[in-house]
Every structure is written in structure tokens, then in C-alpha cells.
Nanobody, 125 residues
Framework: QVQLEESGGGSVQAGGSLRLSCAVS???????????MAWFRQAPGKEREGVARIDSYGLRNYADSVKARFTISRDSAKNTLYLQMNSLKPEDTAMYYC????????????????WGQGTQVNVVS
């Protein structure tokens, strides 16, 4: 059973930075031929949306709202996915979720088989 556990959320002032981590247990995603990982977020009263994703080749994609501010990366040795968030805005406030898919990288939520419990990010102005 694959488990994902996010950490690193918290409260920060607008313009600040946070780094989220997602620890992956039970399998080494770096050894899976076509595994993709992503960060999603969900604000109160809004639908869950994709923020950043990375495929098995390291190709990254970002939502337009976070381009040039957020960076997705992974450390195979630590089996950990990261999301570096800079220049945070109040509209970035949301619960952030890490997700993993054995299929191709996509923004489609239903294609991700594994999800973490989420970590809350609050950006105050």
C-alpha cells in the first residue's frame, strides 16, 4: 500500500515562502517506469485544482497562477516530493495535497490513485 504524507504547511505573510514535502512510502517512485506525481490544492468552497506536476522523465508543468513562483522537485534518494512556494499571495491559501499516479502525468484528479491527507497553507496579507 502506497502512502503519501505531506508536511511543511503553515501560516505565512504575503510575499513569503514555504516548502512543502511529501514523503512517499512503500515503493520507490524513482524505479517505476511511468509514475507521475503532483500537487493539488483546494480552497474552502472551491474545487480541487492542480498546482504542479512532474512525470517520470522530470518534465514539469505548472498552473498559470503559480508559474514563476512555485517549483516542483523530487529527491529519489529520500523518496520525497517537494513544492517550493515563493512570493505567496493570499489567494494561495488552501489545503495542499500530494498525489501519485502510475499512469502518464495529467491534471485529471481521477487519474491519481494515491493521495496524502493534505497540509494547510494560510497566506495572510
Amino acid at each position: 500500500q502506497v502512502q503519501l504524507e505531506e508536511s511543511g504547511g503553515g501560516s505565512v505573510q504575503a510575499g513569503g515562502s514555504l516548502r512543502l514535502s511529501c514523503a512517499v512510502s512503500e515503493y520507490s517512485y524513482s524505479s517505476v517506469s511511468s509514475v507521475s506525481m503532483a500537487w493539488f490544492r483546494q480552497a474552502p468552497g472551491k474545487e480541487r485544482e492542480g498546482v504542479a506536476r512532474i512525470d517520470s522523465y522530470g518534465l514539469r508543468n505548472y498552473a498559470d497562477s503559480v508559474k514563476a513562483r512555485f517549483t516542483i522537485s523530487r529527491d529519489s534518494a529520500k523518496n520525497t516530493l517537494y513544492l517550493q512556494m515563493n512570493s505567496l499571495k493570499p489567494e494561495d491559501t488552501a489545503m495542499y495535497y500530494c498525489a501519485a499516479a502510475t499512469g502518464p502525468s495529467t491534471w485529471s484528479i481521477s487519474r491519481y490513485e494515491y493521495w496524502g491527507q493534505g497540509t494547510q497553507v494560510n497566506v495572510v496579507s
